[in-house]
């Protein structure tokens, strides 16, 4: 808080640009120049809400504002049960979808997306994006082909034999499998989805 002083003086007052120096007469209590100044926040205050409270409460309507929003039309937090994801997603962790990852483009070959599983519904798988439409998934001794070709898939850590003829993707469906291809075929949910069911792209 700035200093202010009162005191009496004997001597004559005098008035200048920068204020009254002097004071009134013998009998008159003199004050300094910081009086009416406002009294400065206390360290706590201002470690609390700044020097400013109106501006600050601004500031959190603000951020919770955008919190919201975020959460509610952003991002998607999504919790993994089971292994099919193993190990690049582990069964019970926790992970952030954006859900505007593909507002200006489509999703690609390697994505790790969520899935609804029906329209509208709150059911979703995290699985990733192997097929692009109007293509062909075969598996040959757990070997991927596209369109009858091999694809190297690095994120695959634990390989499988499985065998599954060439299947067709639609001009609007992606196929989408699990990256633990250890487990069997029979176990794993995969499938093609339609583009309204990918919710988003794995952002965290």
């Known amino acids: 808080m700035a200093p202010s002083y009162a005191g009496r003086s004997h001597g004559t007052s005098s008035i200048s640009g920068n204020g ?18 406002a009294q400065e926040p206390s360290l706590l205050t201002r470690v609390l809400i700044g020097r400013k409270p109106k501006r600050t409460l601004v ?6 504002a955008v919190a919201f929003l975020g959460r509610a039309f952003v991002l998607l937090p999504v919790k993994v049960y089971g292994p099919s994801m ?23 070959r390697g994505d790790a997306v969520a899935i609804r599983l029906l329209a509208g519904g709150h ?4 699985k990733r994006i192997i097929g692009l ?11 991927l082909y596209i369109n009858g070709h091999p694809l ?6 634990l390989r499988s034999n499985w065998e599954h003829k060439a299947e067709p993707i639609g001009p609007n469906q992606y196929y989408v499998v699990g990256d633990n291809r250890g487990m069997a075929w029979e176990e794993h949910a995969q499938g093609r989805p339609t583009r309204d069911l990918i919710v988003g792209k794995v952002f965290l």
């Open 20 to 37: 009254l120096t002097g004071c009134l007469s013998s009998e008159v209590i003199c004050m300094g120049t910081n009086a009416d100044a």
């Open 59 to 64: 500031r959190i309507v603000i951020l919770v």
């Open 86 to 108: 193993s190990p690049t997603y582990l069964d019970h962790s926790i992970h952030i979808i954006n859900r505007l990852a593909y507002l200006f483009h489509e999703p690609q």
């Open 123 to 126: 059911i979703m798988y995290l």
């Open 133 to 143: 439409p109007g293509e062909t998934v075969a598996f040959h001794h757990g070997q």
């Open 152 to 157: 190297d898939e690095p994120y695959v850590m």
